[in-house]
C-alpha cells in the first residue's frame, strides 16, 4: 500500500523572508554566546525559535512540509547565523543539512520520522564504530557514536556503521529514534563548545531494515528516497554536497569575526605600554591591510562555496551523472574555502590586540571556533589535497569523496 504524504503543497516563504529570520536568530545567538558556551548546548529554546522560523525546512521534502530550497539557500541561512555565534550555527547547520539525508532514505523512513512530527530533526555520528547483527527484518545495533552535535534537541540519531547483508557488509547509516539510545555527556572543549556534540550510546537496539541507507548509494545520489522523489536536489551525489553543512558555519564565523573586529577598532586608540599610546588603531597600515586580507579571503571561499553549488544542482537538473571530476573538485573546494575563512579570522585576530582575549569578546571565540570546525577530518587540508592531487596525477584517490 502506497504511504500518503504528510502535506502536499506548503506554501513556501519568500527567501529574503527566511533569511531575515536567520538574521534575528543570529542577534539573539550573538547575545546568547557566552551563555551557551557555558552550557556547552544550544538550548532547547533556541532550537525551538529556529523551528519556529521554519528554517529547518529549507532541505525537508515538499510532501512532509518542506520547502525543497536547496543548499545555495541553506548555506546562505547557517553563515547568518553562525556569523552570530558559531555554535549556534554548527548546530543549525547540522539540523538542517540531516533533513536532505533522511529524505534520501527509504519513504517508510521518512514517514517514521516526520509523520507523527513533521519538524522533527535529526543529529548524525558518520563513523562507523558500532557493531551491527543482521536479525529477522532488521538489525541489532551497539556501540558508541561521538560527535553527535545538537543531539541534545534531536528526536533522531543516524549513526555510521558497517551493515550486515547476506552477501558481506557494506558501510551506511542506521537511522534510530532517541528514545533508543543514551547521551553521554562527555563534550569539554576549546572551540565550538556549545555545540553539544556528545556520545550517543545504543545496547542491542532494534532497528527495521527500511531505517538503513547505504554509503554507495548515497555517494552517487541514488538512495531509496532519492528514487522518490522528482526534485533532483536528492540526486546530488552526498559528499559532493554535505560538506557544506562544516563550511557554511565557518563562513558565517569569517563574517561575524570582521564584524566584530571592525566594531571593536573603529573609535579605538592604542594604549602603549610604555610609547605610541592614543593613536586610533583604524590608521595603522597593518591594521587595514589585515582588514582587506580577512575580506578578500571571504570573498573568494564564498565564491568557491557557491560555483560549486550551482554547478552540481545544474548537471544534477540536467540528469547528468556527477562524475569523480567534479565530486573530486568540490570536495577540494570544501577544504580550501575552510582554510581561506580560518585565515581570514586569524588575520582579525591577531590584529585585535590583549582586548579581544577576554572570553567574552566575540573575535577571540570566533577563532577557537573556526579552529574547531577546520580540524574536522573533512575538511582537513592535508587528507583532501593530497586525495586530489592522486586523482591528479592518475592514481586511485585515497579517501572520501
Known amino acids: 500500500m502506497a504511504l500518503a504524504a504528510v502535506s502536499e503543497n506548503p506554501v513556501k516563504p519568500d527567501i529574503g523572508v527566511l533569511l531575515a529570520r536567520a538574521q534575528?536568530?543570529?542577534?539573539?545567538?550573538?547575545?546568547?554566546?557566552?551563555?551557551?558556551?557555558?552550557?556547552?548546548?544550544?538550548?532547547?529554546?533556541?532550537?525551538?525559535?529556529?523551528?519556529?522560523?521554519?528554517l529547518f525546512k529549507?532541505?525537508?521534502?515538499?510532501?512532509?512540509?518542506?520547502?525543497?530550497?536547496?543548499?545555495?539557500?541553506?548555506?546562505?541561512?547557517?553563515?547568518?547565523i553562525a556569523a552570530g555565534d558559531g555554535s549556534t550555527g554548527w548546530v543549525y547547520s547540522l539540523g538542517a543539512v540531516h533533513q536532505w539525508l533522511?529524505?534520501?532514505?527509504?519513504?517508510?523512513?521518512?514517514?517514521?520520522?516526520?509523520?507523527?512530527?513533521p519538524d522533527a530533526i535529526a543529529a548524525v555520528s558518520y563513523a562507523p564504530t558500532g557493531k551491527a547483527d543482521q536479525v529477522d527484518g532488521g538489525f541489532r545495533l551497539s556501540g558508541r557514536w561521538s560527535f553527535a552535535s545538537g543531539c541534545d534537541n534531536a528526536q533522531w540519531g543516524i549513526l555510521g556503521g558497517m551493515i550486515p547483508f547476506d552477501g558481506g557488509v557494506k558501510p551506511g547509516f542506521f537511522l534510530v529514534p532517541c528514545e533508543d539510545y543514551a547521551i553521554d555527556d562527555d563534550w569539554y572543549t576549546m572551540g565550538l563548545?556549545?555545540?553539544?556534540?556528545?556520545?550517543?550510546?545504543?545496547?542491542?537496539?532494534?532497528?527495521?531494515?527500511?531505517?538503513?541507507?547505504?554509503?554507495?548509494?548515497?555517494?552517487?545520489?541514488?538512495?531509496?528516497?532519492?528514487?522518490?522523489?522528482?526534485?533532483?536536489?536528492?540526486?546530488?551525489?552526498m559528499l559532493a554536497v554535505v560538506p557544506q553543512c562544516l563550511v557554511g558555519p565557518a563562513l558565517g564565523m569569517a563574517r561575524g569575526a570582521v564584524t566584530a573586529f571592525l566594531d571593536q577598532v573603529g573609535n579605538r586608540s592604542t594604549r602603549g605600554a610604555v610609547a605610541g599610546g592614543n593613536n586610533r588603531m583604524a590608521e595603522f597600515a597593518t591594521v587595514q591591510m589585515r582588514v582587506a586580507e580577512a575580506t578578500a579571503s571571504i570573498d573568494a571561499a564564498q565564491l568557491m562555496i557557491h560555483r560549486d553549488l550551482r554547478e552540481t544542482a545544474d548537471a544534477?537538473?540536467?540528469?547528468?551523472?556527477?562524475?569523480?571530476?567534479?565530486?573530486?573538485?568540490?570536495?577540494?573546494?570544501?577544504?580550501?574555502?575552510a582554510r581561506l575563512l580560518t585565515q581570514a579570522v586569524d588575520a582579525v585576530f591577531l590584529a585585535a590586540g590583549g582586548s579581544a582575549l577576554g572570553l567574552k569578546h566575540p573575535v577571540q571565540r570566533f577563532w577557537r571556533d573556526i579552529h574547531a570546525a577546520s580540524s574536522h577530518i573533512s575538511l582537513n587540508w592535508d587528507a583532501v589535497s593530497s586525495m586530489y592531487g592522486q586523482h591528479a596525477f592518475g592514481l586511485e584517490p585515497k579517501g572520501q569523496y
Request: proline share 4%; hydrophobic share 40%.
Open 193 to 237: 563548545a556549545g555545540t553539544g556534540s556528545k556520545t550517543i550510546v545504543l545496547d542491542n537496539v532494534f532497528v527495521p531494515r527500511h531505517r538503513i541507507a547505504t554509503f554507495a548509494d548515497l555517494l552517487t545520489g541514488n538512495g531509496a528516497g532519492s528514487k522518490a522523489n522528482p526534485n533532483p536536489l536528492y540526486r546530488q551525489p
Open 102 to 117: 533522511i529524505a534520501c532514505y527509504p519513504l517508510e523512513a521518512q514517514h517514521d520520522v516526520w509523520g507523527s512530527r
Open 24 to 54: 534575528q536568530i543570529a542577534r539573539v545567538a550573538r547575545e546568547r554566546a557566552l551563555e551557551t558556551e557555558a552550557a556547552r548546548r544550544v538550548s532547547s529554546e533556541m532550537v525551538d525559535m529556529m523551528r519556529d522560523a521554519e
Open 316 to 337: 544534477v537538473g540536467r540528469g547528468e551523472t556527477i562524475g569523480v571530476d567534479m565530486r573530486l573538485r568540490n570536495r577540494l573546494t570544501h577544504a580550501f574555502a
Open 58 to 80: 529549507l532541505m525537508q521534502p515538499a510532501a512532509f512540509g518542506g520547502y525543497e530550497l536547496g543548499y545555495d539557500v541553506f548555506v546562505e541561512a547557517v553563515a547568518t
